[in-house]
Structures are given as C-alpha cells and as structure tokens.
C-alpha cells in the first residue's frame, strides 16, 4: 500500500496546471535558446562585460574586490577607487561559478577560462528568467493570457535580448530579475490587502528585492520614482471610488514596502542614491533649458491645487450616492488629467532641442541620443509603448473597481521611455517595459474583440499573428547578425592574447579608452585609461599624441606615463576630430570651434581589401573599389611625404597598403603628418623609439587593425 506521503504527493501533482507549465517551458527554452545561439563565440560582448568579469575573478581569487584597481590607472597618485555599486552582482555571479567549478574541475581554484565559459551562460539564463518573471507579473495583473504575451514578449524583445544574450555581462542582465520579481510581489501584497498577513510577507519580499537593487544595477534608482507614483494615483483610484479604508490600507503597505527598500538600500555603498535619483530627475528635466522646467513644475502645481481643492469640496459634501457618484467622477478625472498632462511633459521634453554644456559627451557612442536607434532597437513593437501610455488612463478611468497594476506598470513605461529616447545608454532599459507594453495592449485589444463581429477578429487576429511572427524572426535575425567586436577581424583579440603571453613583466601600456577593459582582463596588463574615464587628463593626452606632429610632444606624454608599449588601433585615423574634441576641449563649456585649424574635414579611413582575377586580369578590391594589381602593389607601404593625389581637385591624400596587401589606407595631409601615422607607417626618425612586435612580420595575422609597439624608452632623449 502506498503511504500517505505518496498520496498527498500524487494528490498535488493532479493539480499542477500542466498546461501553463509546458507554455512556460516552452518560453524558457525559446528565450534561452534566442540568446544562447552567441555562446559560439570564444569571448563576450561589449567592454564593460570584460570589467565585471574582472571583478567577479577578484571576488573568486580573494574573497572581496579590491579596494584599488591593480591595473588600471595606475599612473594616478593613489590608485583607481573600484566603485562597489554592482558588488552583489559580481559576488551573485561568483557563488554559481563556484558551482559550475565543483561539476566540472572538483576545485573551486581560480580558472579564468571557466569563469568566461560561466559569464557567457549566466546572461543568456538571466533573460529566461526574466521573461518567466514577466508571465507572473502579467498573471497577477490581468490573469494568464496577459501573463504569457509578456513572458512570450520578453523572450523575443531585441532590445532586451540585445544585453541579455549569451556574453553579455552586464548588471541589469541579474538586476531585471530582481525589479521584475520585485514588482510582482507588490502587485501579490496589493491583491491581498484582505490579509494582513499575506499582505506584509509579499510585501517584505518586495521591499527586499527591489531594495537588493541597490547593490547590483545602478537603475534602482527609478523604483522609488515608481513606488511613489503608484501610492499617489493608485491612492487616488481607492479615494475615487469612495474605497477610504482599501486607500488608506493601501497607503500604509507602500509606505511599509518602500520603508524596507530604504533599509535594503543601506546594506551597500549607494546611500546617498536619494541625492542621485534627485539628481538624474533634475538632469532630465534640465536638458531642456530653464522655460520648460518652470512651465512644467508650474503647471504640476496647478493640478496639484486643483487635486487638493477637489479633495477638501468632496469631504464637506454630505454623503448621498448622487454625491458619492460625483466625487467618485471628480477625483478620477483630476486624476485622468494629470495622467495626460505627463504624457504631455514627456513629449515636450522629447522635443524640446537638448541644451548640452560640453561636447564631449556628445560624441561618445552610448552617451548620444537614443532615439536615432529606435527603430533598429524595437522594429515594429516601437508603437506599443506608445498606445500602453494612451491607453492605460483612459482604460483605468472607465474600470469600475480598481485597477490595482495599472499605474505600477504606467510610470514604469512612462520613465523607460524617456530615458531610452533621451541617451542610447538606456535604451536597453525599454526592453522590459516593451514587453509588459505589449502584452498590456494585446491582453486589452484580445478582450475588446471577443464582442466584436468575426471579420473583425480575423482582420486583428492576422495583425497579431504578424506581430508575433515578425517578433520571433526579428529576435533570431538580431542574434545572428551581432558579432561580439572583439571577435571580429581587426586582430585585438590576437594581439592581447599576445600581449599576455609576451609583455614585460608589471608592463604599462599607453592605450585609448575605447579598448580599456579588454586590455586589463585579456592582456592582464596595466592600461592608463578605460571605459570608466576616471582620468580626463590621460584622455586627452592620447588625443594630443594622436594629433600632433611634434616627435619631442610625442615623447614627452610618453614620458609622463612610463609607459612600456604603445597599443593604439588603426580605426583611430578615421576618429581625428574626436581627437580634438578629447585634446583640446574635454572642459568646454560653449562646444567645439568649427573654425579650429586643427579640425580636419578630410576623411581619413582605413579598409580591407582582398584579390580577385577577373576575365584574366588580376585586381584588389577594397570597400567597393577595384584596383588593379600593378596598381595596387605600386601604393607604398612605408611613410611618405609625397602624396598620392588630389580629392576633390585639391585636398592632398596619402594612400598605403599593408605589407601582406589585405588593407589599404587613404590619409588626409594633416592625418599623414602626425607622429601617430609615422610610427604607423614606419618613418625613419621615429621609428628609433617604437619597435613594432604585433603583428610584425607574422603573417598568420594579416590584414589587422591592431599595431603593438614597444617603446624603446632608452633611445628617448634625456632633455
């Protein structure tokens, strides 16, 4: 006979929805899979990837991150402070790759190729698991339907995907875990205010997640922002609906769920992050100049007397159900006003033409405007923020009880939004609130038809069936055209393996920041800058020995570094102007002088070229030119002053090929007289004090964009 044990566990199988849980799985793999398909490659995405895994191998070697960076800006007097604010991100990821150690080497000792292996899985695993957070959050919401076309939203959304695949290391990969399961046992303490007990430990949970964000992804910051909308306009909606205990009842767990964020927030070193969100909102706000601000905080003080003029007339009122209706209806349109008049704010902010201070955040990829890459961001599901945003109040306002997630899921989307249109740095951060956009409008448009006449659900069932079609193509399409840079043919992957294996011991390199994090995770060698850009002076000496044609500058900035090898890319030709927006403006205020001599409106560039024989003639093409051998061989190789021809009729330009004839150079005047090209090329006088030792004369690394140099420092003179 089978002991009761067995059948209470057979009894609890019986009522496992078995169907939800194959949809889930189903999700889980496919979201999984989508961003798996990159662990082919042997290393990671982006740069700041390269930082946190440096980090989490910190963590695995000694316990704790260090204090100062061992390797990067070491010519600071006192080190680079390591800043702590993703610290639980890197000890979170340490702790499973302690697991994986045990299953696959029986030894928790410090494996740097595993521990690449293991920071190339975890994102991709991160992201399933957020979309599995999405069907709850969408579940507790507004029932299943809603919860799958979030989770399946969040599967496929390529700007979510984009920092969640495979390699992507990043802290919001493990921070959108914690805010999307934080948000969900909100919306679960909410749904069981009846339950004083159920309420507080949904609500602790909430408060504990969302507040662990604190110490794993700097976005913690909007989630005050939203809790505190949330208590307002869903306060609102109780008060509305003449529901004053649920109001107040509400009020106290929000008030208790953003009192254990707070604390939460205190366990690491972000707390001062009062002063910072203040600060980001502010930032925001300010780009726009001084009018529009004080027209918008005018115009919030307005509806706010307003709000509070409705309020103090509703409560004189006696208490009639004809009294009852109007204050139901006064309160909920004051508050479908303010909710359009910060639909409002938002598009004038996108608008209203940035005031920037400086130029030199400007030109720095992910500091540009956001919006120049929506469409290549969110293809078509671009248009789904837009209608959650216009139709959230107005479906609200017309529920008769309470939408207890609407106005959690609103700001949410709302300040997404805003930050992805405002900087590309953030548009990733509209992946997951893109997915919720989606799902909300779907679940709403799915019911609407369900009155509708058929011919209607077959014309909008069709769209929908596009929509998920085009989703799940777009995301497989998105995966397979995105190679991690460093593992294109440019040879720095090659040239740091180099680099680690052959560089002088405790060697210092002379570096751009660009390639800064991969320099001190691959090379394991110490670099001047790196993406964090914690010193603007070494910035801007790299611009200047990149521009000038001075060989004494040259060496002297050489000098004040120490620096062991030269490790610059060929792409930095074609970078001049951002040279000189770096040298020489990095501080401005009033924005680059058009008219600076040292400008140059001469395209200098750089392109691969490789050999064809066509109707029995031989020939070189290079980026869509054909240039015929006898041609092509005839380019010099080495620096020289004469140029090849005119541009134009009158801009003089300097054409080279590499040695291994698989790229071709075409450098302006001012580009060819800098130091910068004749250690490139090779120039007599110069080549004195940089040996070239990457790639040499190797010809296993033809047609590169990395040169290594080692600076003969004894040559360099002693004045």
């Given at each position: ?92 990821s340490a702790f499973f790759y302690y697991i994986a150690a045990l299953f696959s080497t029986a030894s928790l000792a410090y ?609």
């Amino acid at each position: 006979m089978l002991g009761g044990g067995a059948l209470d566990f057979k009894e609890r199988l019986k009522r496992v929805d078995w169907k939800t849980v194959a949809i889930l799985a189903l999700i889980f793999v496919l979201a999984f899979g989508i961003r798996g398909y990159l662990l082919r490659y042997d290393l990671m995405f982006e740069f700041d990837t390269y930082w946190h895994t440096r980090m989490t191998g910190e963590i695995i070697q000694h316990g704790v991150p260090p204090t100062i960076d061992p390797l990067a800006y070491y010519q600071l007097e006192g080190g680079s402070v390591i800043p702590l604010s993703t610290q639980w991100f890197w000890y979170i990821s340490a702790f499973f790759y302690y697991i994986a150690a045990l299953f696959s080497t029986a030894s928790l000792a410090y494996n740097k190729e595993l521990l690449i292996q293991v920071v190339k899985f975890l994102p991709a695993i991160y992201g399933a698991i957020t979309a599995l957070g999405l069907y709850f959050l969408g579940k507790e919401a507004y029932g299943k339907n809603a919860g799958y076309l979030m989770a399946f939203f969040g599967a496929v959304s390529a700007s979510f995907i984009y920092r969640s695949m495979a390699g992507f290391f990043e802290a919001g990969t493990l921070g959108y875990v914690f805010m999307v399961f934080g948000f969900y046992f909100v919306l679960r303490a909410v749904k069981r205010m009846q339950n004083t007990k159920e309420m507080a430990i949904n609500g602790v949970i909430a408060g504990i997640l969302l507040g662990a964000l604190a110490n794993i992804y700097a976005l913690f910051l909007i989630v005050p922002i939203v809790l505190v909308f949330y208590l307002i306009f869903t306060s609102l909606s109780f008060l509305s609906k003449n529901q004053f205990k649920e109001a107040i009842r509400f009020a106290q767990l929000l008030v208790g769920i953003l009192v254990v964020f707070v604390l939460m927030t205190f366990t690491g070193p972000n707390q001062q992050w009062i002063n910072d969100m203040i600060g980001l909102v502010l930032q925001a706000v300010g780009k726009v100049g001084f009018i529009v601000p004080v027209a918008l905080i005018a115009g919030i003080g307005l509806v706010a007397a307003i709000l509070f003029f409705v309020i103090q007339k509703n409560r004189k009122t006696t208490e009639t159900v004809l009294v009852q209706k109007e204050k139901q209806n006064s309160l909920a349109w004051v508050k479908l006003i303010v909710l359009y008049l910060l639909l409002v704010g938002l598009v004038i902010l996108m608008v209203t033409p940035k005031v920037v201070p400086g130029t030199i955040h400007s030109l720095v990829g992910e500091e540009s405007p956001g919006h120049l890459y929506f469409f290549h961001k969110f293809s078509i599901l671009l248009i789904f923020p837009i209608l959650a945003l216009a139709l959230a109040p107005l479906i609200d306002f017309k529920k008769r009880n309470v939408d207890a997630a609407s106005m959690l899921l609103f700001p949410f989307i709302l300040i997404s939004w805003y930050m992805a249109w405002d900087r590309l740095h953030y548009s990733y951060n509209l992946g997951v609130p893109l997915a919720i956009a989606v799902g909300y409008v779907l679940y709403y448009t799915i019911r609407y038809l369900r009155t509708r006449a058929k011919s209607e659900r077959v014309v909008v069932g069709f769209f929908i069936g596009f929509i998920v079609f085009a989703g799940v193509a777009s995301a497989t399409l998105f995966t397979q055209n995105n190679t991690p840079t460093i593992e294109l043919d440019t040879g720095w992957k090659e040239g740091l393996l180099w680099l680690k294996d052959n560089a002088i011991p405790d060697a210092k390199v002379f570096n751009w920041w660009d390639e800064g994090h991969w320099i001190t995770f691959i090379a394991e060698v110490k670099a001047i800058t790196d993406n964090r850009n914690n010193d603007a002076e070494a910035n801007a000496n790299v611009g200047k020995f990149v521009l000038t044609e001075d060989l004494s500058e040259a060496i002297a900035i050489l000098k004040k570094y120490d620096s062991d090898y030269l490790l610059l890319g060929a792409d930095l030709f074609s970078k001049r102007n951002s040279m000189v927006l770096y040298g020489y403006y990095s501080h401005s205020t009033t924005g680059i002088d058009s008219s600076d001599p040292r400008l140059d409106f001469v395209q200098s560039i750089q392109v691969p070229c490789f050999e064809t024989t066509d109707n029995g003639q031989d020939a070189f093409h290079c980026s869509g030119a054909v240039i015929p051998k006898d041609q092509f061989s005839a380019i010099p190789t080495q620096w020289t002053s004469q140029p090849s021809g005119l541009e134009n009729e009158r801009n003089p330009i300097f054409y080279y090929r590499t040695t291994d004839n698989g790229r071709l150079y075409k450098l302006s005047l001012k580009q060819n007289n800098t130091i910068f090209a004749k250690i490139w090329f090779k120039e007599p006088s110069v080549s004195t004090y940089f040996e070239e030792v990457f790639p040499a004369d190797n010809l296993e690394y033809r047609n590169k964009e990395l040169k290594i140099f080692k600076i003969k420092k004894e040559e360099f003179p002693t004045q």
